[in-house]
């Protein structure tokens, strides 16, 4: 079974940037969609972003124009550019993916971003 790690998180300004990393156990070529998702305090998990095997991604629209997700299939690693961030981003973030061609579906453990002055 894949296992995804993820890392970047932290604490950051108002305007400031983060970058996410979802590493892989094993190759991403393995892996179908792949996604971001958030859970705020008291706020039910939500989508932020995914992205195809192919390379073809999505957003939700409160994220559009600031965030950007990406997979590099050969070292096993999506990543989520966070730009522009804004206090209500502050979540934890939590990557998921869909093995293929066997349709699992896989979480990693979260890593906490906070957006504060």
């Known amino acids: 079974q894949v296992q995804l790690v993820e890392s970047g998180g932290g604490l950051v300004q108002p305007g400031g940037s983060l970058r996410l990393s979802c590493s892989a156990s094993?190759?991403?070529?393995?892996?179908?969609?792949m996604g971001w998702y958030r859970q705020a305090p008291g706020k039910e998990r939500e989508l932020v972003a995914t992205?195809?095997?192919?390379?073809?991604?999505n957003y939700v629209a409160s994220v559009k124009d600031r965030f950007t997700i990406s997979r590099d299939n050969a070292n096993n690693t999506m990543y989520l550019q966070m730009n522009n961030l804004k206090p209500e981003d502050t979540a934890v973030y939590y990557c998921?993916?869909?093995?293929?061609?066997?349709?699992?579906?896989?979480w990693g453990q979260g890593t906490q971003v906070t957006v504060s002055s």
């Open positions: 998921n993916a869909v093995t293929w061609p066997a349709g699992q579906e896989v």
């Open positions: 094993r190759t991403l070529f393995s892996i179908d969609t």
């Open positions: 992205i195809t095997r192919g390379g073809r991604p």
